[in-house]
């Protein structure tokens, strides 16, 4: 790992989405950091790719992961896990 790699790692996601918007204008800074407020960091993609559902519990945003017994829904939000099933 290089050092700059090591820097953007330790960067939060409201910095990064800031850099890549290359924004001035104070409203639109305000609406990304809104938006990475609102939603959930996509966890790192593995060899099932990226899914999603709505959690039961609060509404927000369940991702797919898979552990040692198998896969799982894990609430982005409230932290609920749920059995991937039917």
Not at 62 to 74: E, P, S
């Amino acid at each position: 790992m290089t050092t700059t790699d090591f820097a953007d790692e330790a960067r939060s996601r409201v910095v990064g989405l800031l850099r890549m918007a290359r924004a001035d204008d104070t409203l639109t800074r305000i609406r990304i950091r809104d938006y990475a407020d609102s939603t959930p960091d996509p966890p790192v993609m593995g060899r099932d790719g990226i899914q999603t559902r709505g959690c039961g519990r609060c509404r927000r945003t369940m991702w797919r992961q898979r552990d040692a017994a198998g896969l799982i829904w894990v609430c982005a939000a409230c932290g609920q896990v749920e059995e991937d099933g039917p």
